[in-house]
């Protein structure tokens, strides 16, 4: 972070030492900090798509789902080959009981990278929550597959096949 800091204090226009700061300021789970960053570079360039993904990310740790939406769209406009903007913007709509939404959002990430398990937890839980069972087993089946998500997603389809 000291770095990161020394970095902009040299020339304030280094967006990608503003995007090193507010990734470790989001990993060291200081959201407010984070904000404040991004904030400031947004206002220096307001084209600096990680900016705005960041920003849309943090958004989002902070529970704030409704003003993630925006940035998030915004970093997709400015490029749309990140498979994050739209994985996050599928957290965002999700977060918000846009299962819809998410669900689209979901298919744009993984249109980006194939094998996003996160993408597909994303996209089970939406179907879960709109009773479509079956959708939600098959995401939850193919996420499971990884072993970040595979406790979770065995759970999930565990509670699944208990349902009438």
């Not at 947004?42 to 789902?65: C, E, K, S, V, W």
């Not at 994985?87 to 709509?93: G, I, Q, S, T």
Request: charged content about 30%.
């Amino acid at each position: 972070a000291a770095a990161y800091r020394h970095a902009i204090a040299l020339d304030s226009t280094y967006m990608e030492a503003h995007g090193g700061l507010a990734r470790v300021e989001v990993d060291g789970e200081d959201f407010a900090a984070a904000e404040n960053t991004l904030r400031r570079a947004l206002r220096i360039d307001d084209n600096f798509a990680y900016g705005f993904l960041m920003l849309g990310h943090t958004m989002n740790r902070l529970g704030r789902y409704h003003e993630a939406v925006e940035p998030l769209r915004r970093s997709i406009d400015l490029d749309r080959g990140n498979w994050e903007g739209h994985y996050r913007l599928a957290e965002a709509y999700y977060g918000n009981g846009d299962y819809r939404k998410a669900i689209e959002a979901g298919k744009s990430a993984l249109a980006q990278k194939r094998n996003s398990h996160a993408a597909q937890v994303i996209m089970a839980d939406s179907y879960g929550k709109l009773g479509m069972r079956s959708e939600a087993r098959t995401w939850y089946m193919k996420a499971a597959q990884d072993s970040r998500f595979k406790d979770y997603c065995n759970f999930k389809l565990e509670e699944l096949a208990e349902q009438p």
